[in-house]
């Protein structure tokens, strides 16, 4: 068999019998031979292992799933288990936009996050949108950035468990944002991460000039860093993940080996290889095949 049909649950004790046998019809009536289920976690996540048409076996199963708050992917078997991790932070590895929650302290939030909503969507340039944004900041002190940190920021459930299941088998870890450093270092070693690269506020005298530091880390930036750190490991793209949410991931989530969009928007959804939208992070584990008594927790 060349690929999976896999079917997560967002929590344990949640997948049945019925929904395996369905998705597994669902697969063999649009001329797929289907093997046994291999349950990853009983009752959580099952492979479903299959020959046949890739795309075909994906939207029927989808369609049989329906309504259903159940994560239904098709990944191949070869090179399942990736040596180079790719995330994006906000609003993937936290459940935030750091800049909206900056802009909030000067009580700019709505208007600053409906930049940042179109920004995401791919609705206008990423670049130009940052700048847009950051000239806002303009005058706010930059100890705000550890209260917002403390207060606003929280951590996307699995993250953790992720990054220190991959680490352990191997991995290397790459949190790779469009925001900023000031917040991808303390979230870069809080959840364990070899490296963060992001963009840089600039400040002077404790307070923020509304100026960010060019070159901005959009989307080339980061499908870039791909491509980089995929030539110094030697790696094929097959070896790769990349994990977002918005329009300017799109680059780094379609170059990858396994491209997955967590909790996408449209934009990103349909380039990417796989979709999140229902269980934590730690389903991308289960995407690579992993085993729910593999995962280090660490969350």
């Avoid at 079917?7 to 997948?15: D, G, T």
Wanted: with cysteine; hydrophobic share 45%.
């Amino acid at each position: 068999m060349s690929h999976v049909l896999s079917l997560i649950a967002p929590e344990a004790k949640a997948l049945s019998i019925d929904q395996i046998d369905r998705a597994r019809r669902a697969a063999e009536s649009v001329g797929a031979a289907c093997a046994a289920p291999v349950w990853l976690s009983p009752q959580e996540a099952c492979d479903i292992p299959f020959e046949g048409p890739i795309e075909a076996v994906a939207e029927a199963a989808r369609q049989e799933r329906g309504a259903e708050p159940l994560d239904v992917n098709v990944v191949p078997l070869a090179t399942r288990r990736k040596t180079l991790l790719l995330a994006d932070m906000d609003s993937t590895l936290i459940g935030q936009e750091c800049i909206d929650e900056l802009a909030a302290e000067l009580g700019l939030r709505d208007s600053v996050a409906a930049i940042t909503e179109r920004a995401m969507r791919g609705e206008i340039a990423f670049e130009p949108a940052l700048r847009a944004r950051v000239a806002l900041l303009k005058g706010l002190p930059v100890a705000t950035v550890e209260r917002v940190l403390e207060t606003r920021v929280t951590l996307t459930p699995g993250a953790a468990t992720l990054v220190a299941t991959m680490r352990q088998a191997g991995a290397h870890t790459a949190l790779v944002s469009g925001g900023f450093t000031l917040f991808t270092g303390a979230i870069a070693e809080q959840l364990g991460f070899h490296e963060d690269r992001a963009n840089r506020l600039l400040h002077e005298d404790g307070v923020f000039t509304g100026e960010v530091a060019e070159p901005i880390l959009g989307r080339e930036a980061k499908e870039d860093t791909l491509e980089a750190l995929s030539t110094s490991m030697s790696l094929e793209p097959q070896a790769t993940l990349a994990i977002g949410d918005g329009a300017n991931d799109s680059g780094m989530v379609k170059r990858a080996g396994l491209g997955v969009a967590y909790r996408g928007k449209p934009a990103l959804r349909d380039i990417a290889d796989a979709i999140i939208d229902h269980a934590d992070l730690s389903a991308v584990l289960f995407l690579q095949g992993f085993r729910r008594d593999e995962f280090v927790t660490a969350d």
